[in-house]
């Protein structure tokens, strides 16, 4: 009777693990490619011009996220001196020209994809940034938060500068 219970639970252990994994398996693929349809969209604003069109690819966005960045950009505060003085999907003062796509790691409920870019008119330096996805309400994956390192990423930045007087 006992190895029958064994044989059983390593069963339930074993289906419940590879159905883990059949799940990342695909929220993986779905999750990258809503990070590249982001970046081919980016890549095709010249100048910064993301600001002006930010509404065509809301879709890809975390609604919360969307209402912080387009608050924080249309504020007063940062139409007298910009509160928002970095581009925030590349993590410099300047636009990118290019960027890759590192190997995506699923956390819990978050699916992170490393993105390297390469600034225009920068041929050398890199930046480095991840881009963490969620499922939202309708079951589709899109970007919560860029993470820029430990201590930096931009949904904390958007934030504090609601907190103060950023809106």
């Known amino acids: 009777m006992m190895n029958k219970l064994t044989l059983l639970g390593a069963c339930l252990a074993f289906a419940a693990s590879s159905s883990a994994l059949a799940s990342n398996s695909t929220a993986v693929p779905s999750a990258t490619a809503v990070v590249k349809n982001f970046y081919g969209w980016y890549l095709v604003q010249p100048n910064h ?8 690819i809301k879709s890809t966005l975390d609604p919360s ?7 924080v950009l249309h504020s007063k ?3 007298e001196e910009p509160v928002l003085d970095f581009d925030p999907f590349v993590n410099a003062q300047w636009d990118a020209t290019t960027y890759v796509l590192g190997t995506p790691v699923v956390k819990g409920a978050e699916v992170r994809v490393p993105v390297t870019l ?5 041929p050398n330096p890199k930046t480095t940034l991840t881009a963490v996805l969620r499922m939202n309400a309708s079951g589709r994956w899109v970007i919560y938060n860029f993470i820029y390192d430990a201590t930096f990423n931009l949904r ?7 907190k103060n007087g950023g809106s």
């Open 156 to 162: 904390d930045f958007l934030g504090k500068q609601l």
């Open 65 to 71: 996220l969307y209402t912080m960045l387009q608050t």
């Open 49 to 56: 011009e993301w600001t002006a069109h930010l509404s065509q």
């Open 77 to 79: 505060a940062n139409q």
């Open 118 to 122: 390469n600034p225009a008119g920068h």
